[in-house]
């Protein structure tokens, strides 16, 4: 069982930066991606971006390209999403999905999933 807890959502101006973090539990895992997914009111849950397990590959949605970056620390068992120039439709409860081998940009393919942290972004 895998368990995954997300922070450092918050409420923003437009034009600011947030770091969310996703810890997953404590065991040691290895090959396993990470994905960050978002969920706006009345939207379905949209990929965010993704990593590979050496955070050598990443993914990212056209949506956030040149904005977010996904980073990991395998040795604290930790993905990260900074987000810059944050935009009022980057509003969004975001989570973080874990699944073994290559990453994936569709969220079926995430057996495990974080509670979501709630990312709010005024204009």
């Known amino acids: 069982q895998v368990q995954l807890v997300e922070s450092g959502g918050g409420l923003v101006q437009a034009g600011d930066s947030l770091k969310l973090s996703c810890a997953a539990s404590a065991r040691t895992f290895s090959h396993y991606a990470m994905g960050w997914f978002r969920q706006a009111p009345g939207k379905e849950r949209e990929f965010v971006a993704a990593?590979?397990?050496?955070?050598?590959?990443?993914s990212y949605a056209d949506s956030v390209k040149g904005r977010f970056t996904i980073s990991r620390d395998n040795a604290k068992n930790t993905v990260y999403l900074q987000m810059n120039s944050l935009k009022p439709e980057d509003t969004a409860v975001y989570y973080c999905?874990?699944?073994?081998?290559?990453?994936?940009?569709?969220?079926?393919?995430?057996?495990?999933w974080g509670q979501g942290t709630q990312v709010t972004v005024s204009s």
């Open positions: 990593i590979t397990w050496s955070g050598d590959y990443t």
């Open positions: 999905a874990f699944r073994w081998g290559v990453r994936s940009a569709s969220s079926g393919d995430y057996p495990y």
